[in-house]
């Protein structure tokens, strides 16, 4: 069992930056690949990025997102960090960090995630 808790979401002007952090409980961070997912208003659920279990490992980004935003994992203190530079408004959304279910490496499925946060908000205004 894994909780999430995402933190570090606000309101910031096009081309800005924020830091999204996900702090998890549960001795097996390290064995989960972790995603960050945004939902929009009136949208879908959508990937953003995420990262195999080991720290330092194998990332995927959502074409949208790729060159802007960063993921990272720290597995001695269970965080992963989402660093999204230069935002624009059509990032505005609430962001999700997400676990996968085990024994996946890395996955881009939202349907292989099994534990999910809360939600922090973030809003780029033009």
């Known amino acids: 069992q894994v909780q999430l808790v995402e933190s570090g979401g606000g309101l910031v002007q096009a081309g800005g930056s924020l830091r999204l952090s996900c702090a998890a409980s549960?001795?097996?961070?390290?064995?989960?690949?972790m995603g960050w997912f945004r939902q929009a208003p009136g949208k879908e659920r959508e990937f953003v990025a995420a990262?195999?279990?080991?720290?330092?490992?194998?990332?995927y980004y959502a074409d949208s997102v790729k060159g802007r935003f960063t993921i990272s994992r720290d597995n001695a203190v269970n965080t992963v960090y989402m660093q999204m530079n230069s935002l624009k408004p059509e990032d505005t959304a609430v962001y999700y960090c997400?676990?996968?279910?085990?024994?996946?490496?890395?996955?881009?499925?939202?349907?292989?995630?099994?534990?999910w946060g809360q939600g922090t908000q973030v809003t780029v205004s033009s």
């Open positions: 990262i195999s279990w080991r720290s330092g490992g194998d990332t």
């Open positions: 997400a676990a996968a279910r085990a024994g996946y490496y890395l996955s881009i499925s939202l349907n292989e995630y099994d534990y």
């Open positions: 549960g001795r097996t961070f390290s064995s989960y690949a």
